[in-house]
């Protein structure tokens, strides 16, 4: 049983430290297209997070006009 099992596993025909492995073209445009898209998303991030900050910029200042209008009408 053995044999027979032994006899089924087929051996290498080639030396596998000696075979080339490469992505090839395909491989390359789509690593190049997912790095573009990372770049891209990250730049997209930053804009939409520079956008809420400059939001909450104006909202406090805002507040704050509104808050010295209300002090110079009290007084």
Known sequence: MKSLLLAAVPTPSADPAETFYSPGTLGFIFTFFMAGLA????????????????????????AAEAASDRAKRNK
């Open 39 to 62: 770049i891209l998303l990250i730049f997209d991030m930053v804009r939409r997070m520079r956008r809420v900050r400059y939001r909450e910029e104006i909202q406090e200042k805002l």
